[in-house]
């Protein structure tokens, strides 16, 4: 079972430079989430999105865009990167919160290591 | 707003000993709390959730928290500590904005002394 899939697991940036963090889920989640983490902040919720086509913004959402093209799929993208960005992103997924199926558990991936030069 | 806050960013226990991470939430609406674990350099896994039925809830590993409106919390504990449950703990939150949000808070890191 392969659940949340997150790639690359490990990219180093220098400033200015864009990239793209995929996120595919198997679980046929209606919804999927972006992360942050950062020591001592815990997880800051970046972007989400409850359904494909739709996203919507969450905490920390500047400097970010995502896009949710396919059900399976949620992108992070970094357009112009900064050394503020250097974190380890996490991507999450679950049921909709409506029917018999929602248990509100978030299942994540394993993680994006990105550093910022 | 829904937002968690965790007392104490590290917390060092003996083998054996009780284990107790405390959480404390807020929510304009009744709140779905969840516990989560993060080994190194691994993703977050759920121990336990709450969603309304039962106050006291069991989770893996012999962890368990009780929900408790009137003080707002949502304490995690263990009997006996250990050496495996050396981790960071994370609280969350779901409630306001229809749950769809989940808001963690800050984490605990829990570290077992022999």
């Known amino acids: 079972n392969a659940g949340v899939t997150q790639t690359p697991k490990f990219r180093v940036l220098k400033t200015g430079q864009s990239m793209t963090l995929l996120c595919a889920q198997d679980m046929n989640h209606e919804y999927m989430y972006w992360y942050r983490q950062d020591p001592g902040m815990g997880l800051r919720l970046i972007h989400y999105s409850v359904g494909e086509g739709t996203t919507a913004k969450g905490e920390v959402p500047d400097g970010y865009n995502v896009s949710r093209l396919k059900k399976q799929n949620f992108l992070l993208g970094l357009e112009s990167a900064a050394p503020s960005q250097t974190s380890v992103y996490f991507c999450?997924?679950?049921?909709?919160?409506?029917?018999?199926?929602?248990?509100?558990?978030?299942?994540f991936g394993e993680g994006s290591r990105l550093t910022v030069l | 707003a829904q937002s968690v806050t965790q007392l104490g960013s590290h917390v060092s226990v003996s083998e054996g000993a009780l284990v107790l991470l405390r959480c404390n939430y807020s929510s304009s609406v009744p709140p779905y709390l969840f516990w989560y674990v993060q080994y190194p350099n691994q993703g977050l896994q759920l121990l336990l959730k709450?969603?309304?039925?039962?106050?006291l809830v069991k989770g893996i590993n012999g962890f368990e928290a009780e929900f408790k409106k009137s003080e707002t919390s949502f304490h995690l504990t263990k009997p006996s500590a250990h050496m495996s449950d050396a981790a960071e703990y994370f609280c969350?939150?779901?409630?306001?904005?229809?749950?769809?949000?989940?808001?963690f808070g800050t984490g605990t890191k829990l570290q077992v002394i022999p």
């Open positions: 709450y969603t309304s039925a039962a106050t």
């Open positions: 999450a997924s679950r049921t909709g919160t409506s029917g018999r199926a929602y248990t509100g558990e978030l299942f």
């Open positions: 969350a939150v779901s409630g306001s904005g229809g749950y769809q949000k989940v808001t």
